[in-house]
């Protein structure tokens, strides 16, 4: 049996997309707890474009030289102690690097069933938007039936999860923002979508907001724009609101910022990653997800789940330079996935 797997690569260990190829690495071995698994398919996220370009991952618990973080596939592999999986389970999870490979190792704790229903492409999409946009809408944000929310970059990943749960858990306003009318169309088209949807470019999303709630604004705001919002998130927000900062794609230093209306309208602010959180945070998320959401993807036969995840395009593991331009150039609405054959 080979030692050896395909994976793709930096060269130098940082770059531009096209510094993106296929090469050799070692096999990983499963070892204590942990199963080995055949990738079939794997999401493709900006954080994966950020490491691209920076380099290694300061971070013992992250592969240096692989991207990757959710993936689908085949379990092949069982490490000591490990009773809760079989050669051959069809699973998906979510994992701190290495997923844009042939072959992964990865907690036993971690690995969800695959439904049946779903293939490998869409399970490999789930995992860290579905994550993350449960942990800062419900877990940080504190979502309830009644509360409104404004969710920034809705035709995400992470935005497409975020407008779905805040919905599916009855908000009564989900505003979210899009860079064009054909992403605001799509948003408004999905069944467990934004009730409002705005077109950041054309209108000002804090503006259509106060005429929206005739003033009222909105009890949470999700956001990873970072300063450039930051003035109007604020003001968008209702007393003892929340603010959830999980990426900051403007910037982060906001300068000559007013801080005065964040202490009248005692307002929580609260930054939130996913990667760096521990084993065991992880783990529970996972048991929580597939316990609270993970059903609502299925459906009767005949009806549509109420929950769903959305591919923009899947692409051949030799191109996923070509994913990271797209993902660059804000051109998707949905997931990215790589193909591994």
């Given at each position: 049996?080979?030692?050896?797997?395909?994976?793709?690569?930096?060269?130098?260990g940082?770059?531009?997309?096209?510094?993106?190829?296929?090469?050799e690495?070692?096999?990983?071995?499963?070892?204590?707890?942990?199963?080995?698994?055949?990738?079939?398919a794997?999401?493709v996220?900006?954080?994966?474009?950020?490491?691209?370009?920076?380099?290694?991952?300061?971070?013992?618990?992250?592969?240096?030289?692989?991207?990757g973080?959710?993936?689908?596939?085949?379990?092949?592999g069982?490490?000591?102690?490990v009773?809760?999986?079989?050669?051959g389970d069809?699973?998906f999870?979510?994992?701190?690097?290495?997923?844009?490979?042939?072959?992964?190792?990865?907690?036993?704790?971690?690995?969800?069933?695959?439904?049946?229903?779903?293939?490998?492409?869409?399970?490999?999409?789930i995992?860290?938007?579905?994550?993350?946009?449960?942990?800062?809408?419900?877990l940080?944000?504190?979502?309830?039936?009644?509360k409104?929310?404004?969710?920034?970059g809705?035709?995400s990943?992470?935005?497409?999860?975020?407008?779905?749960i805040?919905r599916f858990?009855?908000?009564?306003y989900?505003?979210?923002?899009?860079?064009?009318?054909?992403?605001?169309?799509?948003?408004?088209?999905?069944?467990e979508?934004?009730?409002?949807?705005?077109?950041?470019?054309?209108?000002?999303?804090a503006?259509?907001?106060?005429?929206?709630t005739?003033?009222?604004?909105?009890?949470?705001?999700?956001?990873?724009?970072?300063?450039?919002?930051?003035?109007?998130?604020?003001?968008?927000?209702?007393?003892?609101?929340?603010?959830?900062l999980?990426?900051?794609?403007?910037?982060?230093?906001?300068?000559?910022?007013?801080?005065?209306?964040?202490?009248?309208?005692?307002?929580?602010?609260e930054?939130?990653?996913?990667r760096?959180?521990?084993?065991?945070?992880?783990?529970?998320?996972?048991?929580?997800f597939?316990?609270?959401?993970l059903?609502?993807?299925?459906?009767?036969?005949?009806?549509?789940?109420?929950?769903?995840?959305?591919i923009?395009?899947t692409?051949?593991?030799?191109?996923?330079?070509?994913?990271?331009?797209?993902?660059?150039?804000?051109?998707?609405?949905?997931?990215?996935?790589?193909v591994?054959?």
């Amino acid at each position: 049996m080979s030692t050896k797997m395909r994976a793709v690569l930096v060269k130098g260990g940082a770059g531009t997309a096209d510094d993106l190829y296929v090469g050799e690495y070692d096999k990983p071995v499963p070892k204590k707890g942990e199963v080995l698994v055949k990738i079939k398919a794997a999401g493709v996220n900006r954080m994966d474009v950020y490491q691209r370009i920076r380099g290694a991952v300061p971070l013992p618990h992250i592969n240096k030289d692989i991207l990757g973080v959710e993936f689908a596939g085949t379990v092949e592999g069982i490490g000591e102690g490990v009773s809760d999986h079989k050669i051959g389970d069809e699973v998906f999870s979510l994992v701190s690097g290495a997923a844009y490979a042939e072959y992964i190792t990865v907690r036993s704790s971690l690995v969800m069933p695959k439904p049946p229903h779903l293939s490998f492409v869409e399970a490999a999409s789930i995992p860290e938007v579905w994550f993350t946009a449960y942990q800062a809408v419900v877990l940080i944000g504190g979502i309830t039936k009644g509360k409104s929310i404004l969710v920034h970059g809705g035709a995400s990943g992470v935005g497409v999860a975020a407008n779905q749960i805040a919905r599916f858990l009855g908000a009564k306003y989900v505003f979210t923002t899009a860079g064009s009318d054909e992403k605001v169309k799509f948003l408004l088209s999905i069944k467990e979508g934004p009730t409002h949807a705005i077109n950041y470019k054309t209108q000002d999303f804090a503006e259509e907001i106060d005429r929206v709630t005739n003033g009222e604004g909105v009890d949470i705001v999700i956001d990873l724009v970072g300063k450039d919002y930051l003035t109007r998130n604020i003001k968008v927000l209702k007393m003892e609101g929340r603010l959830v900062l999980i990426a900051m794609q403007s910037g982060s230093v906001a300068s000559e910022f007013d801080f005065a209306p964040v202490a009248m309208k005692r307002l929580r602010i609260e930054g939130s990653t996913l990667r760096t959180r521990s084993p065991e945070y992880q783990d529970d998320l996972a048991r929580r997800f597939v316990k609270e959401l993970l059903p609502d993807f299925t459906a009767e036969k005949g009806q549509e789940p109420l929950l769903k995840t959305y591919i923009y395009k899947t692409y051949p593991f030799e191109k996923a330079g070509d994913a990271h331009k797209d993902i660059e150039a804000n051109k998707n609405s949905g997931k990215l996935v790589l193909v591994v054959e």
